[in-house]
């Protein structure tokens, strides 16, 4: 036990807590600033998100409403007594209405004239779930960054206790050895942290 006490007794040196001090402070430092990053990328892309959503909300209602004005521009070309009226509704069909009639006049109404209608609504919610999804990694990233700070911060304080502790004390080597085991846990736990990948806006 005394042998391992001595290997273990350049811990306790000035340099060695000099340096857990001076590492485990500039990897509190680091981790802050990534958390801070996150958590402002997080509130970006959280925003970006509700105006996508948004939007594909007001696109959608209004897919509807040119649905129904399709429909009834339709009625009335189908309907028409004189060619000259027919002329008047079939003037006033959306492109989308004219394209599917151009595919198969029996059946206008098809499923690709409603993937045409709601294609940009649909393209928004899909692009505002993305984006709910990135908030969300990017929300865990900047938990683990701070989980990282809280980590190295308790290495910091083992390391500043055991400065000042009197060299020969035990509780200084405990406190070195403890500062030194979470160095290297905050370490692996900052390498740990996943990236976050953006999406092109």
């Known amino acids: ?11 306790t040196g000035e340099t ?12 509190i430092a680091l981790s802050s600033y990534n958390s801070a990053i996150a958590g ?31 429909y009834t521009m339709y009625d009335g070309w189908f309907t028409a007594e004189d060619d000259e009226k027919a002329e008047y509704y079939q003037f006033n069909f959306s492109d989308e209405l004219q394209t599917a009639i151009a595919a198969d006049e029996n059946n206008p109404f ?16 899909d692009e505002a779930y ?21 980590l190295a911060a308790l290495g910091l304080a083992f390391a500043a206790w055991a400065s000042l502790l009197p060299r020969e004390s035990n509780m200084r080597l405990l406190f070195s050895l403890m500062a030194t085991i979470m160095l290297v846990v905050s370490i692996v736990s900052y390498l740990m942290v996943p990236v976050v990948v953006g999406i092109s806006l």
């Open 1 to 11: 036990m005394k042998n391992l006490l001595d290997r273990l007794a350049f811990l």
């Open 16 to 27: 060695v807590l000099g340096t857990l001090i001076a590492v485990l402070s500039v990897l």
């Open 40 to 70: 402002s990328e997080q509130t970006k892309h959280n925003m970006l998100s509700s105006q996508a959503m948004t939007d594909a909300s007001s696109d959608y209602l209004t897919a509807n409403q040119m649905i129904v004005y399709d």
């Open 110 to 125: 098809s499923e690709a004239y409603y993937d045409a209608m709601y294609a940009e609504p649909n393209k928004l919610f």
């Open 130 to 150: 993305d984006l709910f999804i990135l908030a969300e990694e990017f929300s865990t990233r900047g938990d683990l960054m701070q989980l990282t700070a809280l």
